[in-house]
């Protein structure tokens, strides 16, 4: 059964930083990841889309790698805004490649 | 991508009452979820919205208790059924698309 963790379960920096956001998941064989973020009560935004057969993708100040061999994802804010402040999950497809399994994810707090 | 409304936003309910939240999808999709995220927790697959039949159940979670309706291919109801404090969640709906998940706003509950 898959398993997805991300460390740190809770960040706190100054404005203007830039962070990495670490998730790491315990079956290899996926086709792709996502990276959501989601506002305190309020739904998932997805931010990134990585397929299995790419190592980064980028929009905006974010940067997501894979490391399928050794199990890993990052996320990359570069140049922090309080605006980022929120949570953020990674999640991989289950086999059947429909549904997901999430992280508990990275609560992030930008302050001014 | 695909643009998804939940009704209600939120609601507080009594226990031993019941709660359908319904989901709206601006395209026709295949393939529809249900997902619920418990305070502090992170998101959880309740079932996948078969179109014209049964909901297909993860396991811990049952008909009687969330029964699903997708009646055609852009609309799904969840209901909460018999509402004790432990199902307050935000319950989110999702649907699969050319690659990716997309959520929607979710429906917080609060069952007192």
């Known amino acids: 059964k898959q398993e997805v963790t991300q460390i740190p379960a809770a960040l706190s920096v100054p404005e203007g930083e830039n962070l990495v956001l670490n998730c790491s998941f315990t079956?290899?064989?996926?086709?792709?990841l996502q990276w959501f973020r989601q506002d305190p009560g309020k739904g998932l935004t997805s931010l990134l889309l990585?397929?299995?057969?790419?190592r980064e993708q980028t929009s905006g100040r974010l940067n997501a790698s894979l490391d399928k061999s050794s199990g890993r994802s990052t996320l990359y804010i570069a140049a922090s805004q309080p605006g980022d402040s929120a949570t953020y999950l990674c999640?991989?497809?289950?086999?059947?490649?429909?549904?997901?399994?999430f992280g508990k994810g990275t609560m992030l707090l930008v302050s001014p | 991508s695909a643009v998804i409304s939940q009704k209600p936003s939120r609601d507080i309910c009594q226990r031993g009452t019941s709660l359908t939240i319904q989901c709206q999808v601006d395209?026709?999709?295949?393939?529809m979820f249900w997902y619920r995220q418990q305070p502090g927790q992170s998101l959880t697959l309740i079932a996948t919205?078969?179109?014209?039949?049964?909901?297909?159940?993860e396991s811990g979670f049952v008909i009687d208790k969330f029964p699903i309706s997708r009646p055609n291919l852009t609309f799904s109801t969840l209901t909460v059924s018999n509402m004790s404090p432990e199902d307050s969640s935000i319950y989110l709906c999702?649907?699969?698309?050319?690659?990716?998940?997309?959520f929607g706003p979710g429906t917080r509950l609060t069952v007192l």
């Open positions: 999702s649907v699969l698309g050319d690659r990716e998940q997309f």
């Open positions: 079956d290899s064989a996926i086709y792709n």
């Open positions: 990585i397929q299995s057969s790419q």
């Open positions: 999640a991989v497809p289950n086999s059947g490649y429909s549904t997901l399994t």
């Open positions: 395209s026709q999709v295949t393939m």
């Open positions: 919205a078969n179109q014209g039949s049964e909901a297909t159940y």
